[in-house]
């Protein structure tokens, strides 16, 4: 959702560069399916550790993704994990 007009907007992939070294079987460019992936792996990330004061309940959050052969679920962990290195 656009925030400035609260419209709905559509998931847009971030902008690809290509690597200088290309390896075709390597390449993992982003698309909207991956984006939308990568968004609620990301929020999972970020609830908070503790789901419960009261019951002390610690709540560390684990992500399991889904689906059938050839539905690039590791290609899209592998795309977000990719963003952690970039911060060294």
């Keep these: 959702m656009d925030l400035e ?8 992939p971030e902008k690809w560069k290509a ?3 290309i390896i ?5 460019i982003p698309t909207s399916d991956s984006t939308r992936a990568e968004y609620i ?11 419960s004061v009261i019951r002390r309940e610690h709540g560390i959050q684990h992500t399991l993704l889904v689906g059938g052969a050839g539905t690039a679920k590791t290609s899209v962990v592998l795309m977000y994990a990719d963003k952690f ?3 060294v």
Excluded: M, V
Excluded at 24 to 28: A, D, G, R, T
């Design 5 to 12: 007009t609260k419209q709905w907007t559509l998931w847009q």
């Design 85 to 87: 290195d970039k911060d």
């Design 24 to 28: 075709f079987s390597q390449l993992l």
């Design 41 to 51: 792996i990301d929020s999972i990330l970020h609830l908070p550790l503790e789901r």
């Design 19 to 21: 690597p200088r070294k």
